[in-house]
């Protein structure tokens, strides 16, 4: 089945500096990644997502690309502010269901 | 109006004894979904329905059942709770459960004593 590794677990950023959050994935036949923002207290909420046919999404701050050859996809967080701070996670979709990664806690300091 | 609504959000109880979650979506979705989140937050999925048939369940012990009344609800029943059931429980609703981010309730917290 699908295995999703996300790197780093832990990151902590000055406010304003750049954030990057990477992740492979196992199963070639995954189309579709979603990432998603958990904040304390609060279930995990869909940031933005990409497909396989797409290398490069951007949201306003946030970005995604994905690297089909490769297997991998990163979280591009530019100009963070305080409120970015929170647990996000990347996932695949696996077989029927999503598959996470592990979750990268978020760190921005002002 | 709340997309994905769990009730309760906390729950304390004792060892042995047995709990129910209750959750509802009114996003009109056809698949919705039980996961665990455990104290170092990885998300891990226990069952999956898809407009009331089971899809997955995974290895979770005998002692979860979970409940689909209609596509709209998803119960989940925790027979003899453990200490190791401590965790955070999160109902999630989606499309088609392959091709469509999830809409994740705020959780159940459960703590047993």
């Known amino acids: 089945g699908e295995n999703v590794e996300q790197h780093p677990s832990t990151l902590s950023v000055q406010e304003g500096d750049s954030a990057v959050i990477k992740c492979t994935y196992s199963d070639s036949a995954s189309n579709y990644f979603p990432w998603y923002k958990q904040e304390l207290g609060k279930g995990p909420q869909l940031i933005i997502d990409i497909r396989s046919n797409v290398g490069e999404k951007k949201d306003q701050r946030i970005a995604v690309t994905l690297n089909k050859t490769a297997k991998h996809f990163s979280l591009h967080i530019t100009e963070t502010q305080p409120e970015d701070s929170a647990v996000y996670f990347c996932?695949?979709?696996?077989?029927?269901?999503?598959?996470f990664g592990k979750g990268t806690t978020l760190s921005v300091s002002s | 109006d709340t997309a994905v609504s769990q009730t309760p959000k906390y729950l304390v109880t004792q060892m042995g004894n047995d709990k129910s979650i209750k959750c509802e979506q009114n996003?009109?979705?056809?698949?919705m979904y039980w996961y665990k989140q455990d104290s170092k937050k990885f998300l891990k999925i226990m069952f999956s329905?898809?407009?009331?048939?089971?899809?997955i369940n995974e290895t979770v012990p005998n002692r979860f059942s979970p409940k689909s009344p209609d596509k709209a609800h998803l119960n989940l029943h925790i027979n003899s709770l453990e200490l190791g059931d401590s965790a955070v429980y999160f109902c999630?609703?989606?499309?088609?459960?392959?091709?469509?981010?999830?809409?994740f309730g705020s959780g159940t917290r459960l703590t047993v004593v």
């Open positions: 996003l009109g979705h056809d698949t």
């Open positions: 999630a609703s989606s499309q088609d459960g392959r091709n469509y981010g999830y809409t």
């Open positions: 996932a695949a979709n696996g077989g029927t269901a999503l598959i």
């Open positions: 329905y898809n407009n009331k048939e089971l899809i």
